[in-house]
């Protein structure tokens, strides 16, 4: 490494504190989708589903814990100062006996904002029973953003249906709850000054998006949204106003148009020191637990969102920019180059590159080893 710590939205990420405490002052480099490892589990990071708050220069992630299933277990949070190293810090609601926090219950898509005037933190999220028939908004409460949440009910939100939802803070202090209301479509509605209670309708767009993320650059709104696909990503979008309360553009691709928005479904979009990024979560519906998280550097210019793939790209949190990783190299596993032992041995593979791969690695005494050599890094 040369000064550069290094985020892998991916590959496991367990580096060293030298790294952790260069990060503000020297680039970071992201891999989108890739697993993270947390200090505090040894786990991939259970938190789909969520956003990222900043609180006193610490970044918290809060989200859905699937690592049973997508039966709801508990709402979690993280803690990173760098963006790499992540670490748990607590289970803010956890799974009661009974209720709408009880067994074989859905609690979906969390969100958080700060309440200035009363000094609170009040999460929103999706309240559902395993079919999707009561489809509710519910509420917590807490005095810190990483302490436990005090669950207050759920309602639908002005008497309509409320299933994917997020939630927003305008620049003067107003609180919004973003909401998919299926039989009619996707909702802004306006939340009570203490953000506890929806009091009225802001806007709703006929077309039943899910998904929603809402974004202000300058006087600017964008609505981010997912079409309906169930857990298989499509083509997401965006539409513009001025006013949250409309006219609203015509909705438009922001990825690559037939990229499946890079294969992921929107989670958030968040400013990190002047950084646009784009959260979207990778979901892996066989096995929800080992589902990734996209996160990606968005440019908005003007009235226009713009998402492009990157292989890795790095971060500059001190001086807000971003710019493209380096350019990055496969190795083989079973180049003659490389050596195994210990049982381990070629298998043959039709689905790999060269039709073969290394296998047995690891296992009981003497466990078998691979040794990839010449790999080195300039980052």
């Known amino acids: 490494m040369t000064g550069e710590a290094v985020l ?98 859905v609690v979906e898509r969390p969100h958080v904002l700060y309440n200035d005037a009363t000094s609170t933190y009040v999460m929103w999220m999706h309240i559902d029973d395993s079919s999707y028939a009561e489809a509710r908004a519910g509420v917590a409460t807490s005095s810190s953003i990483c302490g436990d949440y005090t669950y207050l009910g ?25 909401t998919e209301d299926r039989a009619n479509g996707l909702r802004i509605d306006l939340l009570s000054a203490d953000y506890l209670s929806v009091v009225s309708a802001t806007y709703l767009y006929a077309q039943d998006y899910e998904a929603p993320a809402l974004y202000k650059s300058g006087s600017t709104y964008f609505m981010f949204a997912s079409h309906e696909s169930g857990w298989s990503p499509n083509d997401n979008i965006y539409c513009t106003a001025t006013s949250l309360a409309g006219p609203w553009s015509a909705w438009a691709d922001f990825a690559t148009a037939g990229s499946n928005t890079f294969s992921s479904q929107t989670a958030a979009v968040v400013n990190i020191n002047g950084v646009v990024m784009y959260m979207g979560d990778r979901w892996q519906s066989t096995n929800l637990m080992t589902s990734t998280y996209v996160w990606l550097p968005l440019t908005i210019s003007g009235t226009t969102a713009t998402l492009h793939n990157e292989v890795n790209w790095i ?56 040794t990839f050599k010449g790999i080195s890094s300039t980052s």
């Open 8 to 105: 892998f939205v991916g590959l496991m990420a367990t580096f060293a504190e030298a790294s952790l405490q260069i990060v503000r002052a020297s680039p970071i480099r992201k891999i989108p989708g890739s697993t993270i490892t947390t200090a505090g589990t040894n786990q991939h990071m259970q938190a789909h589903g969520g956003g990222i708050v900043e609180v006193n220069n610490v970044f918290y992630l809060i989200g859905e814990n699937k690592l049973a299933g997508s039966a709801f277990q508990s709402i979690n949070c993280y803690s990173s100062t760098n963006l790499v190293q992540w670490t748990f810090v607590n289970e803010l609601l956890t799974l009661q006996s009974s209720g709408d926090l009880g067994p074989n219950r």
């Open 154 to 178: 759920a309602s639908q939100p002005l008497g309509f249906q409320s299933r994917d939802l997020n939630v927003f803070k305008d620049t003067d202090g107003a609180g919004y709850l973003l």
């Open 315 to 370: 971060l500059n949190i001190a001086a807000g920019t971003w710019t493209t990783g380096p350019s990055e190299t496969t190795p083989e596993a079973e180049s003659s180059t490389n050596s195994w032992a210990g049982g381990a041995r070629i298998l043959t593979c039709s689905s790999c590159s060269n039709a073969s791969d290394i296998g047995y690695i690891g296992g009981p005494s003497p466990g078998g080893t691979l």
